[in-house]
């Protein structure tokens, strides 16, 4: 006869071989139903765990992984900063992994992941077509938290920032100051054309027209965001302000803005989104749509923890606000123009 094994037990009992794994070595954040079934089908199924093994599983099933796309983002250091405290106090070690938004990587990584037998995985997507990839690790009842991009039709728990809600903000804080003509320079990612989607929104609300030229889909590093202010600076026809949609794209349009001479904000406005820990110190303070980014690691880990206590709970999308901090680079601090 064929000896029980912790999978067995987790089948019977319906629920994740985490789940099995914290009722056998007493965790009693684990719902008291489900510790109840996993009980139940230890005695039905005669399950006696090997002493040395069932150690090894405790050790594991106290890792939890997180992969995110660039470690060196500073949106992401913030990120890594709430999940791997919050984790701390919730007795969890974290496996960290970073794609550099590649999906063959994010395929190495999930397989180490599995390979690693870790109580959970909190992970940033590269694109919705990473939904293949994750559901790999649903042969063997890993959760998963979806963190700051959702993946359509791909049934986990998710938390995100509101950024159509962010950009929108922001783009109405130009319009409400006086700028008509708003470029945008977003990244080819999940969160960029949702806040494009933000950006188009509060211009048609305004009935102003979506200059093509204006609208600049790029990579996600400092150098893209240098690359497509230049090309924009070169048109025949200026923007009077320039949207930037992640942190790293507006570093790269400061330094072009500076190269091209252009003054911020009497000659070119400019907002971006996501905040940087040194916002404040730059000649010209940037106006932004912060994200609240501690809170995205720390609301991911509580979400995970509340699903290795009981997997049979609904899954749920939090959505978190940004915050419009105006700074000196929307011209705020001199006379508004009077929207025409």
């Known amino acids: 006869m064929a000896k029980i094994t912790i999978g067995d037990v987790a089948e019977y009992a319906q629920v994740s071989q985490a789940t099995v794994s914290r009722v056998l070595n007493g965790n009693d954040t684990v719902d008291k139903e489900l510790s109840a079934r996993v009980l139940e089908a230890v005695r039905v199924l005669n399950y006696t765990p090997n002493r040395m093994a069932r150690r090894l599983r405790k050790e594991s099933h106290d890792v939890i992984g997180l992969i995110v796309s660039d470690i060196q983002n500073p949106h992401f250091v913030s990120v890594i900063k709430g999940v791997e405290e919050t984790a701390y106090t919730n007795e969890l070690n974290v496996l960290l992994c970073s794609t550099n938004e590649d999906s063959s990587r994010l395929k190495k990584y999930v ?3 599995r390979a690693e037998s870790v109580a959970g995985l909190i992970v940033v ?6 939904a293949a990839i994750l559901a790999t690790l649903r042969e063997y009842n ?3 938290v979806v963190l700051d991009r959702i993946i359509e039709g791909f049934e986990a728990d998710g938390v995100r920032s509101d950024n159509e ?4 903000q922001l783009t109405q804080h130009l319009l409400d100051n006086g700028y008509r003509r708003i470029a945008i320079v977003y990244p080819n990612l999940k969160t960029g054309f949702e806040r494009r989607e933000g950006y188009e929104a509060a211009l048609q609300e305004r009935n102003i027209p ?3 030229a204006l609208v600049k889909n ?7 965001g240098y690359q497509n202010t230049r090309d924009i600076l070169a048109g025949s026809n200026l923007p009077e302000a320039i949207f930037t949609a992640t942190n790293l794209l507006t570093l790269g349009a400061l330094r072009a803005l500076r190269e091209c001479r252009f003054r911020v904000p009497q000659d070119i406005a400019l907002v971006g989104f996501d905040d940087l820990p040194w916002g404040d110190e730059f000649a010209i303070p940037v106006t932004v749509a912060a994200q609240q980014t501690y809170q995205l690691g720390k609301t991911a880990v509580e979400v995970l923890v509340r699903r290795l206590g009981d997997d049979s709970l609904p899954y749920t999308t939090h959505n978190l606000k940004t915050e419009l901090i105006i700074r000196e680079s929307s011209g705020v601090s001199t006379s508004p123009r009077p929207f025409v």
């Open 111 to 113: 397989e180490v992941m």
């Open 165 to 168: 809600d962010g950009a929108y």
């Open 210 to 212: 979506i200059d093509p």
């Open 125 to 130: 997507p590269t694109s919705d077509e990473d």
């Open 218 to 224: 790029v990579g996600p590093h400092i150098e893209d």
């Open 142 to 144: 890993i959760p998963i």
